[in-house]
């Protein structure tokens, strides 16, 4: 007897909050992940991949994705308090996974199981198939939530809902503010430090490259660095003219909005975010790779407009400075493609897309399969 009444106790009372707690920190996660590691960052990626596809426009978008985290930081909030619970709240959250859930299953049915579904953006990559089984258990708990849930226990303040609600989709906006710089001011900006840099250090062995995207060029550091730029340049012209009927036709990549001669020749056409470890690391394996091999393709890059003061750091790190060019986020994913991930790296022969690789995983950068792809000729990689 005793035994059943603790257990009667502990499903109606005890099992409720806890189940409460799980819920309120399940919306909370969702919305600071959206948020994750910037909102400058975050958000126009959550745009870019998963509304933009929907049949968002840019600027509803832009308003749709702050309102629909607000609303999630809002829930997490209200599923620990009172106010219309039973009548509102519990409904409301459940509506949300319910709609999420049906928006996952037809993504799974249409295109799959791949990519990450940034429900916790980029905190905590999950793929929709996950992401679905973790909604429809949330759901469950939910019904058991409203089922134990007396109805006198709802107190009836809905201002204090209201004001919850409005002040967490005000605090998105004000941490996600929608105003941004030109992607040819964050370039000139960047270009302005990286020549500063390269004025006021004398022992700066990084080689200087032509900024295609805004007409300057780094300065040398001194006349060595120069004078290999110049032998590099004739060594790879000595190179093309060489392997000139071993080439492939001319195509157009699609990149040439970003550099003007990224389809001429070979080139190594990378997107990378200042910030990232893994980008880094990877603009450091090109560098090497480079020294190495005097034939090797140049290489140009699109900056993500995230943390671009670090770019002159980025290039310390790489050992080399690239000519480069930064976008704004949103433009960055539209031209590196909703489906790919940084660091991206894509090698181009006359715009034919040779080789690319993007993110950190399966399809992520491998430096001895690149180094080998990059020394055959057109008819060993046919």
Known sequence: MTSDMSNNTFVNKQLPVIIKGLMAFMFLLSAVAKLYPSPNLALP??????????????????????????????????????????????????????????????????????????????????????ALIKNIIGMGLLVFLYLKTPKENDCSNFSFLAAITFASILGVFMVGPMQRKSSSDRTEEVMDKL??????????????????????????????????????????????????????????????????????????????????????????????????????????????????????????????????????????WTVLGTTKDTPGVFYLWNGNIVKAYDGINERAFKKEEFRKIVQKKWSELK
């Open 45 to 130: 990626t959550f745009e870019i991949k998963q509304l933009l596809p929907m049949g968002f426009n840019e600027t509803t978008a832009a308003y749709f994705s702050r309102i629909l985290i607000g609303c999630e930081l809002a829930l997490g909030i209200l599923l620990l308090q009172k106010n219309f619970f039973r009548r509102l709240v519990i409904p409301v959250s459940f509506l949300m996974l319910f709609i999420f859930s049906v928006h996952l299953a037809y993504g799974i049915a249409t295109s799959g199981n791949d990519g990450n579904c940034g429900c916790f953006g980029s905190l905590l990559p999950m793929s929709p198939l996950q």
């Open 195 to 332: 020549n500063q840099s390269s004025a006021t250090e004398a022992e700066n062995t990084a080689l200087p490259e032509t900024n295609t995207a805004s007409g300057k060029t780094a300065p040398a550091s001194n006349p060595e660095a120069s004078n290999t730029t110049v032998k590099d340049e004739k060594t790879t012209e000595k190179t093309e003219a060489k392997t000139e009927v071993d080439e492939p036709k001319a195509k157009r990549s699609g990149f040439t909005s970003q550099f003007g001669d990224i389809d001429k020749g070979r080139k190594i056409l990378c997107f990378f975010a200042p910030g990232c470890d893994h980008c880094k690391e990877t603009a450091k394996a090109l560098t090497d790779l480079a020294v190495k091999d005097p034939t090797f393709p140049e290489v140009r890059i699109v900056f993500m407009d995230e943390e671009a003061e670090l770019i002159p750091d980025f290039f310390a790190f790489a050992g080399r400075k690239y000519a480069f060019k930064v976008l704004d986020v949103a433009s960055f």
